[in-house]
């Protein structure tokens, strides 16, 4: 009875860290250069980046206080937008409320330069007076108070190591690429070799 006790807790255990390898992931970010919009002496969406030495990403900043320079490097975490891992914490309606802006930014109901201010505003408070942006950030809230959290899948947070608002580079928003979490077959195969360890753990323990 206790060998297979233990043989449970040992495969839960490993089935929930495979799960974690799924949500979040830690990436190497090289800052290659902004696009053309710009407000205010600030540039806004989109920041283009090497994700893990990959092609050029399109991110939206959300830390407006945090410096960023062409050519920076650095080591990020990348999870769930909802997953409350995040540089600004577990306030979720404040990030429900920046994938609604990210996604009409993406879809073009949004202007890239309106939406970048509005998320800045969102997670730095009273940094614009803008009617527009301030609108933009009342409805998204609004929205927020009842979107599913389905709505936001495959959206994630590229926040860096370290970094808290104010210090270390900004945090970002964008869409998980495909070097930034090991492959489904990688993850398949790991499970595999989990159940496998688990199994001959078992044999051993009857043989006892």
């Given at each position: ?23 979040s ?18 540039y ?10 990959g092609?050029a ?5 959300d ?8 050519g920076?490097?650095f ?9 409350g ?22 879809n ?5 330069t ?24 009342q ?10 959290a ?5 959206l ?21 690429t ?12 790991l499970?595999?070799?989990?159940i496998?360890?688990?199994g001959t753990?078992?044999?051993k323990?009857?043989?006892?």
């Amino acid at each position: 009875m206790l060998s297979r006790r233990f043989l449970l807790l040992l495969v839960v255990a490993l089935s929930f860290s495979t799960l974690a390898l799924a949500d979040s992931a830690t990436v190497n970010m090289t800052f290659i250069d902004t696009g053309t919009n710009s407000s205010n002496g600030f540039y806004t969406y989109p920041y283009y980046f090497s994700i893990n030495g990959g092609k050029a990403t399109p991110l939206m900043c959300d830390a407006f206080n945090n410096p960023l320079s062409v050519g920076d490097n650095f080591n990020a975490t990348v999870s769930g937008l909802l997953s409350g891992k995040g540089m600004f914490g577990n306030d979720i309606r404040d990030y429900k409320a920046a994938g609604i802006i990210f996604l009409g930014v993406m879809n073009g109901t949004i202007s890239a330069t309106v939406g970048n201010w509005a998320v800045w505003n969102l997670f730095t408070k009273g940094i614009t007076t803008d009617a527009a942006v301030l609108a933009l950030d009342q409805n998204a809230l609004l929205l927020a108070q009842h979107a599913k959290a389905s709505e936001f899948k495959g959206l994630v947070l590229y926040t860096p190591v370290g970094s808290s608002p104010g210090r270390g580079p900004q945090e970002f928003i964008g869409y998980r690429t495909p070097m930034s979490t090991p492959e489904p077959g990688s993850l398949l195969l790991l499970s595999t070799g989990l159940i496998g360890i688990a199994g001959t753990l078992r044999r051993k323990l009857l043989r006892g």
